[in-house]
């Protein structure tokens, strides 16, 4: 046998076949970035294109279904980065990508950043429910907060001038994309709340990427969102889009034209309304005429003479004259003897009398004490007597005048012995009437 029969012998076809199959079920979903170029976009609406770096490049293909979900358009050049799927084009033998998702290369860190912010605008309570404040019931003024040429503007102004054009709009111009666009926004909900010119502040702009509605992920604008005065509806992109301002505003609508309708009061509904009204108005006045005049009835039945009134009332002012009368003499007596307990209670508490009783009362216990100090004196004066009769016996002057006498040195001590004085020494001698001054003569001692 030939060997060349026992060998299995592939078409073309069938090898780039299998090759398509091995990719596909063995090579998973995966995100690749690279930068676009040979852009292809034919009358089908599917998308050609080739993902390159610097190394090397890969063609890819993105059908109709998955690029017309795509918020922005790409651009050849543009990086991005796709989620796709290997496989291989069997008409030419070349592998491929079919991309199922596109976005911009920054738009994953942008991303992150708005899932970040998200999560601490959340923690803060900015985004509670129960911190958002109800629409008024009735709105007569709106500030619009956009981009004065754009799309979104024609959308409001069209819907309210067809659902309610006495609507009173004011436009806040301001850019709505770029560096400047968050500070002008802010500036324009402070600029609403400092004149306090609207009942409802509209904050809105048409769609577009992550990168175009950035300015809506601000944190300073989600404060100024928070912190307003007048209540804040955001309407910002395309129903699938969603920004930190849709999250903190008090409503959020889908689109800028759906703001326009829940801001505004249906024309026909009003109408319906007000007609509505205008019945309930004529039956309530008619109920209201119809008691009335049951009530002018009855009173006209109740209405009497006026000379029967008259004499009604002086009759009662006679009774009113005669009862004022007994009441003011009654008064009079009570207060006339009240007026005599007062005076008999003056003067039976007169300074006077009261002063005569405190007189006599200091006067007999002067004299109660004068009494006492006198006996208290001759009792001292007795106890003082008999010592001091005792002292003046034993007092030294007392016994010189009994004939003794003291004698002293030239220095004023005492003589007690001869010894103490020699012949000639000038001593002094106190006796009871006076001194003596001498000089010793002759000494004699006693044997």
């Known amino acids: 046998m030939n060997q060349s029969q026992n060998k299995q012998v592939l078409s073309v076809s069938q090898l780039n076949r299998k090759a398509k199959q091995l990719l596909e079920t063995h090579l998973p979903l995966i995100w690749l970035e690279g930068e676009i170029s040979n852009l292809a976009k034919p009358s089908s609406g599917h998308w050609y ?18 690029n017309q979900t795509l918020r922005f358009s790409p651009q050849n050049g543009d990086k991005v980065i796709v989620r796709a799927r290997v496989s291989l084009y ?6 491929q990508l079919i991309v199922e998702h596109m976005q911009p290369a920054g738009a994953g860190d942008l991303q992150a950043q708005f899932e970040a912010l998200k999560e601490k605008l959340f923690k803060q309570g900015l985004m509670a429910a129960e911190r958002k404040r109800a629409l008024p019931s009735h709105i007569g003024k709106i500030a619009l907060i956009t981009s004065p040429s754009g799309a979104a503007v024609r959308d409001v102004l069209s819907v309210l001038k067809r659902r309610s054009p006495s609507t009173e709009v004011t436009i806040l111009p301001c850019q709505v994309q770029g560096d400047m666009a968050a500070s002008q926004i802010i500036s324009a909900i402070e600029l609403a709340n400092r004149h306090q010119c609207a009942d409802a502040i509209l904050l809105t702009r048409g769609g577009g990427s992550l990168e175009d509605l950035w300015a809506f992920n601000n944190e300073a604008l989600a404060y100024a ?7 804040v509806i955001s309407a910002v992109g395309h129903e699938v889009d969603f920004t930190i301002a849709d999250f903190v505003a008090d409503l959020r609508a889908a689109t800028p034209s759906a703001a326009a309708e829940l801001l505004s009061q249906d024309q026909e509904n009003q109408q319906q309304l007000l007609l509505g009204n205008a019945v309930l108005l004529g039956q309530a006045c008619q109920r209201k005429i119809a008691t009335e005049k049951l009530k002018l009835e009855q009173l006209s039945r109740r209405l009497r003479h006026p000379g029967q009134i008259l004499e009604q009332q002086s009759q009662r002012l006679d009774n009113l004259e005669i009862r004022l009368q007994q009441s003011w003499s009654n008064r009079l007596a009570l207060q006339q003897q009240r007026l005599a307990g007062v005076q008999l209670r003056f003067e039976q508490q007169h300074p006077k009398q009261q ?6 009362t200091v006067n007999k216990q ?3 004490l004068s009494q006492l100090i006198n006996n208290r004196l001759q009792k001292l004066h007795m106890s003082l007597s ?16 009994r004939g003794f006498s003291i004698s002293r040195d030239s220095k004023g001590k005492i003589i ?18 006076g001194k003596l001054d001498c000089q010793v003569a002759a000494i004699h001692t006693s044997k």
């Open 49 to 66: 294109l080739t993902l390159k770096d610097q190394g090397a490049q890969v063609r890819g293909a993105m059908f109709r279904n998955r």
């Open 90 to 95: 069997e008409g030419r033998g070349d592998y």
């Open 225 to 231: 969102i928070t912190n307003s005065d007048i209540p």
């Open 355 to 360: 002063l005569e009783e405190l007189q006599q």
């Open 366 to 368: 002067s004299k109660n």
């Open 386 to 401: 008999a010592p001091a009769g005792k002292l003046q016996a034993l007092s030294p002057l007392a016994v010189l005048q």
């Open 416 to 433: 007690h012995k001869t010894a103490q004085t020699n012949t000639g020494d000038l001593i002094s001698v106190q006796l009871g009437d």
